[in-house]
């Protein structure tokens, strides 16, 4: 089959690599009929996040299962699924209190560790997925949704629905959202659909402003001085660096919420603790539980409640593989315009 390979900091190749099979009884195997290319896929691209040389990328997929193995009980071949980003058993003490992402058999799709490739997974970025604990990993996607949206639900939906409950969104909230890539526009909507009063949404790119506009948030720069002492409740960073966060802090009332929703990779807060202290801050940060969020979100859209961005979000949809290079190049130089890319593999 046909892959994107990571093969160090700014090369990926689409390359011929070995047909996926199921290995474990608990696996399964799926045809991807779309992939996204996300914004923590760029953290191993520039370098910021090792990873081995020589696995296929990415982490979000769509597809139909192909083949499972003998223990799976809750997918059969024919199944239109999703994939959430990391594979969960739906057993552990994290699993059952509904932190997925750390599932102590879990594992991230498409990263391995730096030198080491047989110890991690392939990823979503190719036409055959091997999706390891099936049962607890593959969700049946609703039939009325595009590739599109079911990609979003693999990780920057239900990952911007978590960002949003942990920032405790509720009826008459007042939220701001720092970053509005496609995490940032999901959360825009995950707070209005939670019941916020108030968005305010921040980012230095125009066009981003306007999309989350049209969704219903108010906009500003980041170097707005209106933002600090907004007074808001809560404000979700989706963007990621130290100084995301301290804007963060300065926008959010005494008491108020931050909900780091971006990967981390540096090693200290942008938030100090004397600011912490001297405003009662509530700082929250980690991985989103997509398999657990989605028993939120599928009902929320199939409610009407949530409403998916789709097309402020996906703006280059069902890219071909053969385009993968260009558009890791192209996303990681921000070009306007470009929140994200799908792949049609
Ligand atoms: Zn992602
Ligand atoms: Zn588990």
Redesign the pocket.
């Known amino acids: 089959m046909r892959g994107v390979v990571f093969q160090g900091p700014e090369r990926v190749e689409v390359a011929e690599v070995p047909d996926p099979r199921v290995v474990e009884p608990t696996d399964a195997v799926i045809a991807v009929t779309r992939a ?1 290319l ?4 760029l953290h191993p691209w520039t370098g910021t996040e090792p990873a081995a040389a020589g696995v296929v990328c990415g ?2 997929a769509v597809g139909r299962v192909v083949a499972v193995g003998a223990d799976v009980r809750t997918v059969t071949p024919g199944d239109d699924v999703i994939a959430c ?1 990391t594979t969960s058993c739906g057993r552990c003490g994290p699993c059952r209190e509904g932190l997925t992402a750390r599932c102590v058999h879990g594992q991230l799709l498409g990263w391995a560790p730096p030198g080491r490739p047989a110890e991690g997974l392939h990823g979503a970025q190719a036409q055959l997925l091997r999706v390891p604990l099936a049962d607890g990993t593959l969700v049946h996607r609703p039939g009325d949704i595009s590739d599109d949206a079911a990609v979003l639900l ?3 939906a239900p ?1 911007a629905w978590y960002a949003a409950r942990r920032a405790e969104v509720a009826d008459g909230a007042r939220v701001g959202v720092i970053g509005l890539g ?1 995490v940032g526009l999901c959360a825009v909507a995950s707070c209005l659909a939670l019941g916020a009063s108030a968005v305010v949404a921040v980012d230095p790119v125009p066009s981003r402003r306007a999309a989350a506009d049209r969704l219903g948030a108010s906009t500003s720069a980041p170097d707005d001085e209106g933002l600090v002492a907004a007074g808001l409740d809560a404000v979700i960073d989706a963007a990621g660096p130290p100084s995301a966060q301290r804007l963060a802090a300065a926008m959010v009332r005494p008491g108020g919420i931050v909900s780091i929703i971006a990967v981390q990779t540096a090693e200290a807060f942008g938030i100090s603790p004397v600011t912490a202290y001297d405003r009662n801050l509530t700082i929250r940060a980690g991985r989103a539980p997509v398999r657990a969020m989605l028993e939120e979100v599928l009902p929320a859209i199939t409610a009407g409640s949530l409403r998916l961005p789709v097309e402020e979000v996906v703006t280059h949809p069902g890219l071909p593989l053969a385009d993968a290079p260009e558009a890791y190049a192209r996303f990681a130089a921000r070009e306007d315009r470009m929140v994200k890319v799908t792949f049609a593999p």
């Open positions: 996204g996300c914004g923590s896929d982490h979000e980003f693999a990780d920057n990952t496609a």
